[in-house]
């Protein structure tokens, strides 16, 4: 079984930037994306963005403006970059793979989840 890695979260003040990477131990087949949520406290996971197999990305509602995730193909990990980052953004975030099963089934793999934590 595949596993998800990320680094990179930790405690940053208001308006500073922060680099989360997630990296899989091995090659996913039938990869469809990759991607992070993220989770505060007494909220629901959420969308942050995600990249499909064919580099397209994708964002969560107002992520788009301070966020941007990229791919390493050689590396099979994603990185997001956050930049500008407010109190709101606090929260676990969660890397996430989306495959295709043998029996054409969507398969999901979670990491752990890291911290982070926005705060002056």
């Known amino acids: 079984q595949v596993q998800l890695v990320e680094s990179g979260g930790g405690l940053v003040q208001p308006g500073g930037s922060l680099r989360l990477s997630c990296a899989a131990s091995g090659v996913i087949d039938r990869l469809v994306s990759m991607g992070w949520y993220r989770q505060a406290p007494g909220s629901e996971r959420e969308l942050v963005a995600y990249i499909t197999v064919y580099g397209t990305p994708q964002y969560g509602d107002s992520m788009r403006e301070r966020f941007s995730i990229s791919r390493d193909v050689a590396s099979n990990a994603v990185h997001l970059q956050m930049n500008n980052l407010q109190t709101e953004d606090t929260g676990v975030y969660y890397c996430?793979?989306?495959?295709?099963?043998?029996?054409?089934?969507?398969?999901?793999?979670w990491g752990q989840g890291t911290q982070v934590t926005v705060s002056s």
């Open positions: 996430n793979a989306k495959h295709f099963g043998p029996d054409t089934a969507l398969n999901e793999i």
